[in-house]
């Protein structure tokens, strides 16, 4: 079957019926079948398509029209299918016949070779029973209902290229048919398959792939809007979810409903990438929308310049500055810095009481009576261990008794890596469903013995991924190790120069950075390396946060030691 899956784009239930009783039948694993296929070169018309194209080795081709409609009349010399009142006046037997005539005539023009294999056409009718006989078509070109759920599609296809045969053999002007020829041979058949192929299947090329997998994330994750409309009507709300669910864009979302609204809105996360990203993903929302990382934001109010000794300071951040900012809101020129509405991404990183005091001042009513969304997944990602509340400690004790809704549904990643992620992770509850499509590439998980054995399995996956198509913007290096990475140390050219820093990495470049830096963000190809652990305090949410950045290839280097820990994790699954 070429292609040889039915594409979502083929919205006829008859043609996928037909398309998976030609693949599942075991008499046509000889057959070469072609669906869908585009005609150029149509002798009546501009262009055209003929629904399958059967190549059958020593019977011939034959081209297939299906009319998958549950009324059919013909008034007039004119057709309808369906409750269609659109008429065609050619019928399906004169377009069947006009499409194999164009086929034919340009494939024999392309190889003369061919001009002996018998080419001929039917018309199947899986729903209704087609009684009708006429000059103009063979009663054995029809395939009917009857015909088609009482005898295999094999058989059906069969019959019509015998007929055929038998037909031409009688000496119908055919002097070119040989009924002894065993055309098309295997060879022959392989041939047709490969001129036919370039008329309607082309190379997508990178950037057009890239336009496209963007689009379908950028529709999946709409879907998910549905939890803010349902959610509206409630000021206070926290959107709870793993990885993957889409929060980061609902949190976008949710400010320009705020901004559409004529709502001051505080946009604030932890990260300092994610909150890069979201600066530049709401820059036009300017001046409602204040997009910013929650320290930047109170380094503002402060008034405070960051010094060298405080950057490295767990204490400044997370006591002296808050306390700092809090001081300046209190203050008359405060009152610039409070908002309508408050849109908090990573929430879970934010959960501390200091920030959260901070937040209070910040909006209008407060957290208690104010308006706020908080996103977050509250199970897996709290990684900065900064001794925080828990989702339920939050509402409870300053919430407002906000409700939480649930997101299940995984529109990031491809079914094949979110199930990795949560095999691993023995997250639970995990995802009730995935929206994106199998690509049907498995995640690979490599290991090694030596520093010097990581280096040279990253070059050899780096270069399989350019093999690929993908660019260096499209793949992200991810490490638990704030030093000593693996992609620090590759000195193979011309990797050594294609991989840099992500925060300063041009459009071109392989983007290294922590697991903690790259947090909220996503990327087409991520590679995890490094990997020592994969259990543990600590270790499996930093793994499971790795795993699920991955749009579309992942692979993990983890050291020979780790393949215990994923047997014991696998053997704990397999007894559950």
């Known amino acids: 079957m070429i292609p040889a899956i039915i594409t979502t784009g083929c919205s006829s239930p008859g043609e996928r019926e037909i398309f998976n009783r030609l693949k599942n039948d075991p008499e046509t694993r000889d ?20 629904d399958f194209v059967i190549i059958i080795p020593s019977k011939g081709v034959l081209c297939l029209e299906v009319k998958a409609c549950s009324k059919l009349k013909c008034q007039d010399g004119l057709w309808y299918y369906g409750f269609n009142q659109e008429p065609d006046p050619r019928g399906p037997f004169k377009q069947a016949s006009q499409a194999m005539h164009s086929l034919r005539n340009w494939l024999v023009k392309c190889r003369p070779g061919l001009s002996r294999v018998v080419f001929w056409s039917a018309v199947v009718f899986p729903y209704i029973e087609f009684k009708k006989t006429s000059e103009e078509w063979h ?46 041979y295997p060879g022959q058949c392989e041939a047709i398959a490969r001129v036919l192929r370039p008329n309607f299947e082309f190379i997508e090329s990178a950037k057009t792939r890239a336009i496209r997998k963007n689009e379908e994330l950028k529709r999946y994750t709409e879907e998910q809007f549905v939890a803010l409309d349902a959610m509206e009507s409630n000021p206070r709300v926290a959107f709870a979810g793993p990885a993957g669910t889409g929060k980061t864009l609902l949190a976008i979302e949710a400010a320009k409903r705020g901004c559409s609204a004529g709502r001051k809105v505080l946009f604030v996360c932890f990260n300092r990438l994610l909150g890069k990203w979201l600066e530049e993903q709401t820059s036009n929302l300017n001046p409602l929308v204040v997009t910013s990382t929650l320290h930047r934001h109170m380094l503002k109010i402060a008034g405070q310049q960051l010094k060298p000794r405080e950057s490295q300071d767990s204490s400044f951040w997370y006591n002296e500055l808050p306390f700092q900012a809090m001081e300046k809101l209190l203050e008359s020129e405060g009152a610039d810095f409070v908002y309508d509405e408050l849109v908090v991404d990573e929430a879970q990183d934010i959960l501390r009481n200091n920030y959260l005091d ?7 009513g407060g957290l208690a009576t104010g308006r706020w969304r908080f996103f977050g997944d509250f199970e897996k990602q709290d990684i900065y261990n900064n001794a925080g509340l828990s989702l339920e400690e939050f509402i409870k004790s300053r919430g407002g008794h906000a409700p939480v809704f649930s997101l299940r549904v995984n529109c990031r990643n491809t079914p094949r890596i979110a199930a990795l992620a949560q095999m691993l992770s023995q997250s639970q509850p995990g995802y009730t469903k995935v929206l994106r499509p199998d690509n049907r590439v498995e995640p690979e998980l490599h290991y090694y013995c030596s520093e010097e054995d990581q280096q040279q399995l990253l070059v050899q996956i780096l270069q399989k991924m350019y093999e690929e198509g993908f660019s260096g913007g499209d793949i992200v290096i991810l490490s638990p190790k704030a030093s000593g990475q693996c992609a620090v140390k590759v000195n193979t050219i011309p990797w050594k120069d294609r991989i840099k820093p992500y925060e300063t990495a041009g459009k071109g470049h392989i983007g290294y950075c922590t697991v903690h830096a790259f947090k909220g963000l996503e990327a087409g190809v991520v590679i995890v390396t490094d990997v020592y652990r994969v259990t543990g305090p600590g270790a499996d949410n930093l793994f499971y946060i790795a795993l699920t950045r991955a749009l579309h290839r992942l692979v993990v280097l983890a050291a020979e030691t780790v393949k215990s820990e994923v047997r014991n994790i696998l053997l704990q699954r397999g007894r559950g």
């Open 31 to 50: 057959w070469i079948v072609l669906h869908s296929l585009d005609i150029a070169n149509h002798v009546k018309q501009v262009s055209g398509e003929i």
């Open 139 to 184: 009663p054995w070109q029809v395939i009917d209902s009857r015909a088609f759920r009482a005898r295999p599609i094999s058989n059906l296809i069969e019959a019509v290229l015998n007929n055929a045969r038998n037909f031409l053999q009688n000496g119908h002007a055919a002097a070119w048919f040989h009924p002894e020829s065993r055309e098309p």
């Open 358 to 364: 901070f937040l209070d001042l910040s909006l209008k």
